[in-house]
């Protein structure tokens, strides 16, 4: 197999994550741009674009910059996080906006929705929640740091919910969170440090207690909550830093993508192997990507962070 680029279009801003979406039964992308302005200030939107044609449909300005996007299909919607600790929700439909957000404004790295409550992490290691009911926040607490010299800030990068009780965090310390609401209050029932120190920045909730890890130092892994040895039931080297995965046709076709920072994008199988299946290396920074299937086969997109640029190809 391999990526055959067939569109590209230039963006306003420099993008950091995207999402793909059905509506009026056409593919969409929703993606996340944010940049810094002259007063250093963030700004930010989240663009809609066609995938057929990468055409611009909508263009929503947010308060602060956009940072992680993802597609909630239980709810035919998309939300994003921002930098001003905003949460976005946006329907598939109307493309109707409703934003909740925390008083703090803190710096949203990423964000999880569950039925009842919103995480979200930021940039100096904290990990929020909040109620979806009142649309208050109900608990912050100190999950990453750099324990090794000094308790020294530093990001804590993701989030995801396991079920309604509990969540997994990750950050630049290179650990791996698990945290219990049942406790009176937020409890970190266990930790996993990565096989290295370099900084976990995704996570995602699979199935049966599995989650899968990207990190800085070119490491895709899958570990098992429940082992006693703390130690990744796979581990895969990818070409770079692994920022983002979509598995959202894992289940249909066995396939994945990831956007690989630097190392670009690349398309894998979820064998017991995670086989690297096509891989375009020259991207300039991926930090999106989307994987989805349309009239034509099997399509992958990309979003490049330092050429503001959308790509889309065929894997075929």
Request: aromatic share 12%; glycine share 6%; with cysteine.
């Given at each position: 197999m391999k990526l055959e680029k067939r569109q590209t279009t230039?963006?306003?801003?420099?993008?950091?994550?995207?999402?793909?979406?059905?509506h009026l039964n056409?593919?969409?992308?929703?993606?996340?741009?944010y940049e810094q302005n002259s007063q250093n200030e963030y700004i930010g939107e989240i663009i809609i674009t066609k995938s057929s044609d990468l055409s611009e449909i909508k263009k929503i300005p947010t308060n602060g910059g956009v940072?992680?996007?993802?597609?909630?299909?239980?709810?035919?919607?998309i939300f994003a996080v921002t930098t001003s600790g905003d949460f976005i929700f946006i329907n598939n439909e109307t493309f109707n906006v409703k934003v909740i957000s925390n008083p703090d404004k803190p710096?949203?790295?990423?964000?999880?929705?569950?039925?009842?409550?919103?995480?979200?992490?930021?940039?100096?290691?904290?990990?929020?929640?909040?109620?979806?009911?009142?649309q208050l926040p109900i608990m912050k607490v100190r999950a990453h740091r750099l324990r090794k010299v000094g308790d020294l800030e530093c990001p804590a990068w993701s989030c995801t919910w396991i079920n309604e009780c509990s969540l997994v965090s990750v950050g630049d310390d290179g650990r791996c969170c698990l945290w219990d609401l049942r406790e009176s209050n937020l409890k970190e029932s266990l930790f996993i440090q990565g096989s290295t120190d370099d900084?976990?920045?995704?996570?995602?909730?699979?199935?049966?207690?599995?989650?899968?890890?990207?990190?800085?130092a070119?490491?895709?892994c899958l570990y098992d909550l429940r082992s006693t040895t703390k130690m990744p039931i796979i581990t895969k080297a990818f070409p770079g830093g692994v920022w983002h995965i979509d598995s959202s046709i894992e289940s249909s076709h066995n396939l994945s993508a990831a956007a690989c920072m630097q190392g670009g994008v690349i398309v894998f199988n979820n064998n017991s192997e995670m086989?690297?299946?096509?891989?375009?290396?020259?991207s300039s920074l991926t930090y999106g990507v989307a994987i989805h299937e349309d009239l034509n086969g099997l399509v992958v997109a990309e979003v490049e962070f330092d050429a503001k640029k959308l790509n889309r190809y065929s894997l075929v």
């Open positions: 230039t963006l306003n801003l420099k993008p950091c994550s995207m999402t793909s979406f059905s056409e593919i969409f992308y929703g993606i996340a741009c940072f992680r996007i993802y597609s909630l299909l239980k709810e035919n919607s710096y949203f790295t990423d964000g999880s929705v569950s039925t009842n409550y919103l995480a979200a992490t930021d940039d100096k290691g904290n990990l929020h929640l909040i109620d979806r009911q009142t900084g976990m920045v995704f996570v995602s909730s699979k199935q049966d207690n599995i989650i899968s890890v990207g990190d800085y070119q490491n895709y086989d690297i299946v096509a891989h375009d290396p020259n």
